[in-house]
């Protein structure tokens, strides 16, 4: 079946711009998950979301991230006022409930802000 | 403090020879599960392994096997017959099952070169 999407697969916006990234999770899945992946690290943990409500949104750096999933399915991740610190990867993961709880990554959107 | 420490930068191995990916994580959570993830040039996270905290036998997924050490803290894995294949950055990590959140805590993640 169909694993998780990420569009687009590269942006690349000017600082104070806003961007919005989306994630198509896997059919199903009802546990939503964005993480930020900077060069040489691993993944930062950024919001999950349990259905339609996120559920920890706890990794979020400041106010000008924010994301929604309104149906419980597609999310999208959205960053007002760019700046240069949050070029990064980031990476959508879907998982269902139970164990053993293992996401499913997407490829990732790379994110560039100039 | 760092939950998840991954020591080893980078690591060479020989086509068909075993290798060993050493983790060590620190939590008080009594219930909680430890991952193991490939991503390789082309970026996707991919999922090897899975351990909980309460499995009383260490994991195992084909050519890829977790080495369980509880009182030690540490979560290694091990993969068998390497391949080239296997050529990519691996991270290990660790989700807490306590107060209800799902995230996964990732450590630095460590490189892992196959030779022919």
């Known amino acids: 079946g169909a694993g998780v999407s990420q569009t687009p697969s590269n942006k690349v916006t000017e600082k104070g711009k806003y961007v919005e990234l989306r994630c198509d999770p896997i059919?199903?899945?009802?546990?939503l998950y964005w993480y930020r992946q900077s060069l040489g690290q691993g993944p930062e943990f950024l919001i999950y979301?349990?259905?339609?409500?996120?559920?920890?949104d706890s990794g979020l750096p400041n106010d000008r991230f924010f994301a929604v999933r309104p149906e419980g399915s597609v999310s999208t991740l959205k960053i007002q006022r760019t700046e240069r610190g949050d070029s990064a990867v980031y990476l959508c993961?879907?998982?269902?409930?139970?164990?053993?709880?293992?996401?499913?990554f997407g490829p990732g959107t790379r994110l560039t802000v100039t | 403090a760092q939950k998840i420490t991954q020591t080893q930068p980078g690591m060479f191995v020989q086509e068909k020879e075993a290798v060993t990916l050493d983790c060590t994580y620190d939590?008080?959570?009594?219930?909680?599960?430890l991952f193991w993830y490939k991503q390789p040039s082309s970026g996707e996270m991919i999922f090897l392994i899975y351990q909980g905290s309460y499995d009383q036998q260490n994991a195992t997924e084909g050519r890829y096997s977790l080495n369980f050490q509880k009182a030690r803290k540490s979560a290694n894995l091990v993969i068998s017959a390497s391949q080239l294949g296997d050529s990519a950055m691996y991270f290990c990590?660790?989700?807490?099952?306590?107060?209800?959140?799902?995230?996964?805590?990732f450590g630095k993640g460590m490189k892992l070169t196959v030779n022919p």
């Open positions: 939590t008080s959570d009594p219930s909680y599960g």
């Open positions: 993961a879907s998982s269902s409930t139970g164990a053993p709880y293992e996401q499913y």
């Open positions: 059919s199903g899945h009802t546990a």
């Open positions: 979301f349990q259905g339609t409500g996120a559920a920890d």
């Open positions: 990590a660790m989700r807490e099952e306590q107060g209800g959140s799902e995230k996964l805590v």
